[in-house]
Antibody, heavy 121, light 109 residues
Framework: QVQLVESGGDVVQPGRSLRLSCAAS????????MHWVRQAPGKGLEWVAV????????YYADSVKGRLTVSRDNSKNTLFLQMNSLRLEDTAVYYC??????????????WGQGTLVTVSS | DIQMTQSPSSLSASVGDTVTITCRSS??????LNWYHHKPGKAPKLLIY???SLQSGVPSRFSGSGSGTDFTLTITNLQPEDFATYYC???????????FGPGTKVDIK
């Protein structure tokens, strides 16, 4: 069965860096684009970034552009989110989600349980 | 950028009720609209894609409609497990830059 397991969340100081991972299993990882979505405390879901199946295309929300970088290692079935210059407002639970295209429509059919990043001095 | 709005932001309902949540996009998105529900500490779950297609395994009490800029999620015969926050998501852009609505929290009256 499809599984996505995030890891790497921690408490970090503003300005520091952190790398999140999302380990995928139960499907051919290299065939799917992957997304990162976050939820800050008391807030709604916010789309963060997407990477194409081969890693050649990456897009970001304006709020994280230039600071967060999405990447993947298809040989290890793992998605990454490198988080640099962290800000207080980056505090959130970060989810990875699979993108599926069905009948010309894209959506996120599987999600991980999330990993918590807390940015605090 | 495409912006999404939802109404109401929250509602109270009882088991067995029918509830309707509205989602509006800031520009035309055809039927590239998905619905999810999300409970605290859990992974979000896809309910509806392409505005009205029920995801496999999702109960038929969930239904979606709409096209263009205005969309609706309807839940009939509300069940205890349906008390959650519901989000719409547009997937119209070709670069997979999705946008979520702000969410609608459904709680027990």
């Amino acid at each position: 069965q499809v599984q996505l397991v995030e890891s790497g969340g921690d408490v970090v100081q503003p300005g520091r860096s952190l790398r999140l991972s999302c380990a995928a299993s139960g499907f051919t990882f290299s065939n799917y684009a992957m997304h990162w979505v976050r939820q800050a405390p008391g807030k709604g879901l916010e789309w963060v970034a997407v990477i194409s199946d081969d890693g050649g295309n990456k897009y970001y929300a304006d709020s994280v552009k230039g600071r967060l970088t999405v990447s993947r290692d298809n040989s290890k079935n793992t998605l990454f989110l490198q988080m640099n210059s962290l800000r207080l407002e980056d505090t959130a639970v970060y989810y990875c989600a699979r993108d599926i295209r069905q009948g010309g429509y894209d959506f996120n059919d599987y999600w991980g349980q999330g990993t918590l990043v807390t940015v605090s001095s | 950028d495409i912006q999404m709005t939802q109404s109401p932001s929250s509602l109270s309902a009882s088991v067995g009720d029918t509830v309707t949540i509205t989602c509006r996009s800031s520009q035309f998105i055809s039927n590239y609209l998905n619905w999810y529900h999300h409970k605290p500490g859990k992974a979000p779950k896809l309910l509806i894609y392409a505005a009205s297609s029920l995801q496999s395994g999702v109960p038929s009490r969930f239904s979606g409609s709409g096209s263009g800029t205005d969309f609706t999620l309807t839940i009939t015969n509300l069940q205890p497990e349906d008390f959650a926050t519901y989000y719409c998501q547009q997937s119209y852009t070709t670069r997979l830059i999705f946008t979520f609505g702000p969410g609608t929290k459904v709680d027990i009256k």
